[in-house]
């Protein structure tokens, strides 16, 4: 029987969706959930983007555009070596590539946009609608499919909820404002790394092992961030490989296949490197991809080493080497746990908690992380809106909440501030968690439908409902704050340095419930946690 | 569906809201996330409205021409500027907002957060009109049926382009034709009345409808309509007819509502003794026959055709000769004011072959095709035929009238999704008027960012509302005379001008690497008012149809 999903029912996007439920019509609510996803994303593309009008470096922006210029008119062997002070190449090859392509598309357009040399800083109407055109297909043909997957496995054998909710909940992943506003407003392509783990993922899931390991080895030669999720995937694999539930002894064939299948990913790629630039170059790109002597952090952002800095000063105690090592032991017991429970305990609803809880401790704890990395946690921890369990959508929606609040200083800077409110205010909007703003509403005759509330905003656990109503108003104070309040002049980044804080505490909190929950979980018998 | 079928089925116990408040909040959010997009100089136009009413007594609002912006909507407009400006914070006022230039406006982002929160802010009485609609329902069928209606009048792309990025109030007068229209439909004539007497001094381009609304008003509420026996003789029916068939007090009533609203309207003017300055303000016909872009309605197709035969006569010989006789004209003609293809870029159009238009010519023909329809409505007013008679009103002037510009469109979409949900036979022609106006309104945002929003929020309106239009309009009562290869056609009408839109978009992408191209500007402008005007003019023809001869579609329907 049917599970029949209670949570999201009051919200708008049941609203929205309930008309398509009927059986012949399920289809069409997929594809209406698609369009308006992307209309939300040209609509944010719209506005502007990193390094907007900032000679002489400009942003993020600019460093994609410069890439798809050195890509199309330099040899092979000097992409990653030319002119390394101005946005040199640091993403690994397959961003290489995907740039080389997205130039020369461009560039059957106007070729000025991509021209060596004289096109850096260029910022035409045009150039912007193209190259937003692009990152909108990337996610469409990549992230958006992988999400319906992940969902459509998850409803139907793990939770058994019915189509319909199946879609509500992947609209209700697809509206999260983080990976939307930094994609299309901040501009860059993490839809595609994202993308490409999610739909190892989903491999993993259906129990395609060797195409798992070729997706997964895309995404992170996409961008090295994704490497945050390489020890779930590592144990999980090699789990399934020493208990394998085909031959019940350890399978070696699979191991090898496995292997094989993620060495020939990288050969394929770096061959091009070899045969053209000869042996140094893979040095280089590595040397470009973990810039490991630029320091613990660069900027403000919500981690571990950053957030205690204010009374710890780690850089006038430590050298840079020790550094080095005490963020790598942090890290490695960080990651512990999950690595752990995903090899011994290899579950597949556990997938998602576990890189959740592994991206977050790289996040955390480990070395040169930048605010918008928050996306690796983000991206499994949304996912985790599959566990039809109120407490656990409530602390999601929290955790998506202050990761997007953690950006705010990046987005300011970006000016994407009307983007970042109203973003946030949809997709928790859409999910039932302003309801209770309805009954003021009705208070004041307007014409509002009052029915229960049957999303609970807030967990039954008092402890967390305390904590999360505490980071909402503190959060809000320091909007206000930083809107009104002029800073002290000792401390200019005194909101900035709240900011960080007060979102570090978050994801603390967060990622140790993720840890307790995981734990929950494995130490219950799968049989009794299905029925639940 | 088990809950819907039910006959007292209560509101709420169903799985559908119909509310229109989460249509709001979604429609909002997106509309806020429009404020970057480019807008159009009525933008600067509104700017400057606001500056003259904030800055100048009332007596001067109609004289002022420092601008070239000009003041030129009727008197509530220009009441509802005086509104606004009032709220304008000092902040936005110092950004450049208040200020009377002759150069165009020099204002900064906050201008454009003000103004455009103030079309957002407006447009709130088009939602609470809409949700009107559907609370006055009669069951819970019809329910069902006023909130698509209401639904697709809140989402419709003719409000996202014109008002939220091109730059105008729209949505805002809309709804009180709609409050207009809800009124005749619960039968508070009076109502109906007072406001679209408020429409008509907010904007004077519903004039075009006012003849239904006059007509029908006088035939519903002020006309008893009974059949006269033999019985009684000639004389006692002429003394019927002439005594007691006008109902007197209600023609007072309107008449004193209508005049009631003009007195307010244009009262402070007339006393100024601005009148005169006021109308030729409201009523320039200066203008030419066409826009630079041909709205997509019969002069477009009229001058395509004379555009055809220049390019024919010139390239083949004798077809000159023949079509000089044949159309009267002095041979050989001049081609000098013909040569470029841009000349359509420049506002006035000359015809070589094909007669010269006057604005005389346009008013007659409106006027013709209005007074045609007029004739029925009089003898048998009914809610429906009324919409099929505003609606007709509508769409004729914008087919034959002077200087249409293609926002136009709206006012007869709006009417039309009143009546489309009355008969099956109907929608063919909504489909194709909806689809056919709304992407002739892409020319407007001729920018590359707004290409993708425009063309995708387009794109699902017409999938949704094609669909639910479907499962909720009456099916015919009669047996249809209408071939079905016909829909059919207009299906593949629709599907086609995707591609229309994706070639000349690319056309119009390359034209930077291919000089060849560039000479295509304005054809590929040509080519979408052409191909949007003959679907406009098609819908028409088979909406005529319906209109003059198939009276099932416009008889009361029982509430089911």
Request: charged share 15%.
């Amino acid at each position: 029987m049917a599970r029949i999903v209670s949570l999201f029912k009051s919200s708008p996007l049941n609203d929205f969706l309930i008309p398509f439920r009927k059986a012949q019509n399920q289809w069409v609510a997929r594809y209406i959930i698609i369009v308006f996803a992307l209309i939300v994303r040209s609509a944010v593309g719209i506005g502007p983007y990193s390094g907007e009008a900032t000679p002489p470096m400009y942003g993020d922006f600019e460093a994609q555009r410069h890439w798809m210029e050195i890509t199309n008119h330099l040899p092979i062997s000097e992409w990653y070596f030319y002119d390394l002070q101005y946005w040199g190449l640091d993403y690994p090859p397959l961003t290489a590539y995907h740039s080389w392509l997205m130039g020369k598309l461009g560039s059957f357009i106007d070729p000025s946009w991509f021209a060596l040399n004289t096109s850096r800083g260029l910022e035409t109407a045009d150039l912007k609608s193209y190259l937003r055109i692009t990152a909108l297909i990337a996610e469409l043909a990549i992230y958006i499919p992988a999400v319906q997957m992940f969902t459509r496995w998850m409803g139907r054998y793990y939770r058994k909820v019915t189509t319909i909710d199946q879609t509500i909940i992947s609209a209700a992943i697809l509206y999260q404002p983080v990976l939307i506003i930094i994609d299309h407003g901040h501009f860059q392509y993490n839809s595609v790394m994202l993308g490409l783990s999610l739909l190892a993922v989903v491999h993993l899931l259906y129990d395609n092992y060797c195409l798992a390991a070729i997706l997964y080895v895309l995404s992170f030669s996409f961008k090295q961030m994704g490497l945050y999720y390489a020890p779930i995937f590592f144990f999980y694999m090699l789990s399934a490989c020493t208990w394998s539930s085909d031959t019940h002894s350890f399978d070696l064939q699979r191991l090898i296949s496995i292997g094989l299948c993620v060495i020939v990913t990288l050969g394929v790629q770096i061959a091009p490197f070899l045969i053209f630039g000869g042996l140094g170059q893979p040095q280089q790109i590595l040397i470009r991809m973990f810039p490991f002597d630029r320091g613990l952090f660069e900027d403000k952002v919500a981690n571990f080493w950053c957030a205690t800095n204010i009374v710890i000063k780690y850089k006038k105690l430590f050298t840079s080497e020790q550094l080095k090592a005490m963020s790598l032991a942090l890290t490695l017991l960080g990651i512990l746990p999950s690595s752990l429970v995903i090899f011994f305990n290899r579950r597949k609803e556990l997938i998602a908690w576990c890189l959740a809880s592994c991206s977050m401790a790289f996040y955390l704890f480990s070395f040169q992380v930048h605010e918008k990395t928050i996306l690796l946690p983000w991206m499994p921890i949304v996912l985790l809106l599959n566990e039809v369990d109120p407490d656990v959508i409530s602390m999601v929606c929290w955790f998506c909440n202050v990761a997007l609040f953690s950006m705010w200083p990046l987005l300011k800077r970006d000016n994407l501030i009307i983007q970042y409110f109203v973003l946030g205010v949809l997709s928790n909007w859409l999910m039932g968690n302003l309801s209770w703003i309805r009954r003021f509403l009705r208070m004041i005759k307007l014409p509002v439908k009052y029915r229960d509330l049957a999303t609970p905003v807030l967990p039954h656990n008092w402890f967390w409902s305390l904590v999360i109503v505490t980071s909402y108003l503190a959060a809000s104070a320091l909007h206000i704050a930083d809107a009104f309040v002029q800073p002290p002049r000792s401390l200019p980044h005194i909101w900035i340095i709240g900011n960080v804080v007060l979102s570090f505490g978050c994801f603390m909190l967060f990622w140790l419930w993720c840890n307790y929950k995981i734990f929950v979980m494995c130490t219950t018998p799968e049989s009794k946690l299905k029925t639940n | 569906m088990e809950s819907i079928q039910k006959p007292h089925g209560h509101a709420d116990s169903s799985p559908y809201n119909f509310s229109l408040w989460n249509i709001w909040v979604a429609s909002t959010l997106l509309k806020i996330l429009l404020f970057p997009t480019y807008h159009s100089t009525d933008f600067d136009v509104h700017r400057n409205w606001l500056s003259i009413t904030k800055l100048l007594p009332l007596k001067d609002w109609y004289f002022e021409n420092t601008s070239q912006w000009t003041l030129d909507y009727p008197p509530f407009f220009a009441y509802f500027e005086w509104f606004l400006s009032r709220l304008v914070p000092p902040l936005v006022a110092a950004d450049g907002c208040i200020k009377l230039t002759a150069q165009d406006g020099e204002y900064g982002y906050l201008t454009v957060i003000f103004q455009r929160s103030t079309v957002i802010a407006s447009e709130i009485l088009l939602f609470l009109a809409l949700q009107w609609l559907i609370d006055t329902s009669s069951s819970l069928k019809e329910k069902k049926r006023n909130f698509v209606i209401a639904c697709s009048i809140s989402l419709s792309p003719g409000f996202f382009i014109i008002d939220h990025i091109h730059f105008q109030y729209n949505g805002f007068l809309f709804s009180f034709l709609v409050l207009s229209l809800v009124n005749a439909k619960l039968g508070n004539y009076v109502s109906c009345a007072f406001w679209f007497a408020v429409l008509l001094c907010f904007k004077h381009i519903f004039l075009y409808m006012a003849p239904a609304f006059f007509v029908y008003l006088l035939s519903v509420y002020c006309i008893k309509h009974r059949r006269f026996s033999t019985k009684d003789g000639i004389l006692a029916n002429l003394k019927l007819f002439l005594f007691d068939t006008v109902i007197w007090s209600h023609l007072f009533q309107l008449g004193a509502v209508v005049i009631a609203v003009f007195a307010v309207a244009l009262g402070p003017f007339i006393y100024y003794g601005s009148m005169p300055q006021l109308l030729k303000r409201l009523f320039p016909f200066s203008r030419g026959l066409t826009h630079a872009y041909w709205a997509p309605n019969f002069w477009a197709l009229y001058s395509f055709i004379d555009r055809v035969l220049i390019q024919l006569a010139k390239r083949i010989p004798g077809v000159e000769k023949f079509l000089c006789l044949f159309l009267k004209k002095s041979y050989p003609i001049d081609y000098s004011n013909a040569n470029s293809l841009t000349r359509g870029i420049v506002g006035d159009v000359e015809f070589l072959f094909l007669p010269e238009i006057q604005p005389k010519h346009t008013f007659f023909l409106t006027l013709f095709y209005e007074m045609l329809s007029m004739i029925q409505l009089f003898i048998n007013p009914t809610y429906q035929r009324f919409l099929g008679a505003v609606t007709y009103c509508a769409w004729t002037s914008f087919l034959f009238g002077w200087h249409v510009h293609e926002k136009a469109a709206l006012l007869m979409i709006i009417p039309f999704t009143f009546c489309v949900v009355q008969d099956r036979k109907l929608l063919p022609s909504f489909q194709t008027l909806t689809a056919a106006s709304y992407v002739s309104l892409f020319p407007l945002l001729f920018g590359s960012a707004e290409w993708l929003f425009k063309a995708l929020i387009t794109f699902v309106w017409v999938v949704v509302f094609q669909t639910s239009f479907n499962e909720v309009c009456h099916f015919s009562t009669t047996r249809t005379r209408r071939v079905v290869a016909l829909d059919r056609l207009n299906i593949i009408y629709v599907f086609l001008l995707i591609p229309m839109c994706a070639i000349i978009q690319m056309i119009d992408i390359e034209s930077r690497n291919f000089p060849s191209l560039q000479k295509l500007g304005f054809a590929s402008l040509m080519t979408y008012s052409v191909y949007c005007a003959f679907g406009i003019v098609t819908s028409w023809n088979s909406f005529s149809w319906l209109y003059f001869l198939d009276d099932s579609v416009w008889e009361e329907k029982k509430a089911i």
